[in-house]
């Protein structure tokens, strides 16, 4: 039985096997460690009888006023645990915690706009392409930004696409 749970320091030294997967974003130790720090109830492992990691979500929560919201930085699957539901479960606990802990508008997350297995799985999990980034990964492949509006949104303003798409120094960070 697959077990979910929050992300644990020694989980670093045994999960890089789920990020080989090319279209996986890896990236260095102190990224991880900052997330695992600064946002806990956003960043989870689910693991498998045997203690093999099979995939994880890291995110945040970001923004204000009615930008507040909650970011998808990375979600995973091992390919061998594909078509599990895995991703779906992992994503529904991200906006969870985005709903009813921080009181977010909205998840959002990016996605380069190659990916369309990833694509249609969030649209299936009711994510809308909310504009496109041009040059986004690497300064070659664009991106899109995909959201889904929470609870506290209940106009469901933060789904309106915008009509053009932006460059990567015209996104907002916090």
Not at 73 to 87: E, H
Not at 137 to 143: H, R
Request: aromatic residues 12%; hydrophobic residues 40%; contains cysteine.
């Amino acid at each position: 039985m697959t077990t979910i749970r929050r992300f644990r320091c020694e989980d670093l030294l045994h999960f890089a096997s789920v990020n080989l997967d090319h279209l996986t974003e890896t990236f260095n130790m102190s990224f991880y460690m900052t997330y695992l720090a600064r946002w806990p109830d956003y960043f989870h492992v689910a693991v498998a009888p045997c203690n093999r990691i099979m995939g994880y979500i890291m995110g945040k929560v970001e923004g204000q006023g009615e930008s507040w919201h909650g970011h998808v930085t990375a979600v995973t699957v091992a390919c061998g645990y594909r078509r599990q539901q895995l991703a779906k479960k992992l994503m529904q606990l991200l906006e969870d915690v985005s709903d009813k802990m921080d009181k977010a508008y909205f998840v959002d997350l990016f996605v380069r706009a190659s990916n369309m297995p990833a694509i249609k799985m969030y649209e299936k999990l009711g994510y809308v392409v909310y504009r496109r980034v041009l040059r986004y990964y690497s300064g070659e492949e664009d991106g899109l930004d995909m959201r889904k509006a929470l609870s506290r949104d209940v106009e469901k303003k933060s789904m309106i696409p915008l009509k053009r798409p932006v460059t990567p120094d015209e996104l907002e960070y916090d």
